[in-house]
């Protein structure tokens, strides 16, 4: 799948992690989770990949039954079996010198929560699709446009041509849909979902209304929302809130939707370039919060009149900037320099077509790809 030579960024972070706890490695279907766990194996003496799905695994598992010499244990697909928190917090508490690695994708995510017996037991590390900033952190060359056309997800990005990455794609939407939704959720009408999954692939970027969605689709807004929940558990869609510091009243007004695999938008180069900013800004920003601790998010600004901002980064509820993304417009945007006036942000207008970067006043107007490949 991945080029042998590619490595991930996160790669030694999580080295340095599993000396100091469980750590768990969560992402979407086939970003290369089970890849990145084997290159970890590799610098360990006695590792044992263990996949419940796996029927052989499954018995070794569920009687304890690897030797005392492994020095990395990792669990994949572990969250189907019943009971696996308690079973992994009892494998942890009384291992002697095992490093335990647990991946996996959508439920994985939702352990969480409060109360939870593992807590304190792990470091939770996300592994999204290549960005801009990994590749050119890894020192590995591409072309923007190739990047805006497939996404970051390693088997389309890597691929030789254009019609195999699409192949790919065809193929995992379908799987998607086929295996994990209905893995996850028993849903009853993989019709509607299949509906709604398009009209969001068309929406990219614009401020979602459940109502509207559902009056589209002829179901309730809760269903729509529960759908949602489903596609966002998966990896498939994440959310971005408008900010507000009264944090209540930003959930109530609408999320814009973006795509984990960019090759998944339907749009303009407008829609496909917000897209990219979206997942590489979001991936940065989960990095931070993963390696730091710190609560560092991903919003938009709105104003209630309608004045609006594309993205920006808040840490600790502290706006730190704000960037506003054009497929071709190098005039700095009259929304960005009204936030711009009134606040003291770090203003950057991105465009995907600029002969040259300069700045405007408060505002920076730079390149998108030299934006995102410095994040």
């Given amino acids: 799948m991945h080029n042998s030579r590619m490595r991930r960024s996160q790669q030694q972070n999580i080295l340095d992690d599993l000396k100091k706890k469980m750590v768990f490695l969560v992402g979407p279907r086939q970003v290369g989770k089970t890849w990145l766990a084997r290159k ?14 796996h029927y052989d695994d499954r018995s070794i598992i569920e009687q304890y039954a690897w030797l005392d010499d492994v020095d990395l244990l990792i669990f994949d697909e572990l969250h189907k079996m019943t009971g696996w928190k308690s079973w992994l917090k ?8 095992q490093h335990i690695l647990v991946t996996g994708s959508a439920r994985l995510q939702t352990f969480s929560q409060a109360g939870d017996s593992l807590a304190g037991r792990y470091f939770a590390h996300r592994l999204l699709p290549f960005s801009p900033a990994e590749l050119h952190h890894i020192g590995e060359s591409f072309d923007f446009s190739v990047y805006l056309k497939r996404g970051g997800f390693p088997e389309p990005f890597l691929a030789h041509s254009d019609v195999e990455a699409d192949r790919w794609r065809r193929q995992y939407t379908d799987s998607l849909i086929r295996t994990d939704i209905l893995d996850f959720e028993r849903v009853n ?6 509906l709604l999954l398009d009209m969001l692939r068309r929406r990219v970027g614009s401020p979602i209304s459940y109502k509207s969605l559902a009056e589209d689709l002829q179901l309730a807004p809760n269903t729509v929302k529960k759908y949602i929940q489903t596609l966002e558990a998966l990896f498939i869609v994440f959310r971005v809130t408008p900010f507000s510091k009264n944090i209540a009243r930003s959930i109530l007004k609408e999320p814009k939707l973006y795509f984990y695999d960019q090759g998944m938008v339907v749009g303009d180069n407008g829609a496909i370039l917000e897209n990219a900013v979206a997942i590489s800004l979001y ?3 989960l990095e931070r919060e993963d390696r730091s601790g710190c609560e560092v998010m991903l919003h938009y600004l709105r104003t209630k009149d309608g004045k609006e901002v594309d993205f920006c980064i808040v840490e600790n509820n502290v706006v730190e900037k ?3 993304v054009k497929a071709a417009d190098s005039k700095p945007d009259k929304n960005l320099i009204y936030f711009r006036q009134r606040y003291p942000f770090v203003a950057l207008q991105i465009v995907g077509n600029l002969k040259r970067e300069y700045k405007a006043g408060d505002v920076e107007i730079r390149k998108v790809e030299k934006v995102l490949e410095q994040l």
Avoid: C, W
């Avoid at 590799?42 to 990949?49: D, E, F, G, M, S």
């Fill in 40 to 53: 970890i194996s590799a610098t360990y003496k006695n590792p044992l990949y263990l996949n419940y799905d």
């Fill in 90 to 97: 009892g494998v942890f508490d009384t291992k002697t010198t």
């Fill in 189 to 194: 009408d993989l019709r509607s979902i299949q």
């Fill in 283 to 285: 991936k940065h920003v």
């Fill in 322 to 324: 704000m960037i506003e």
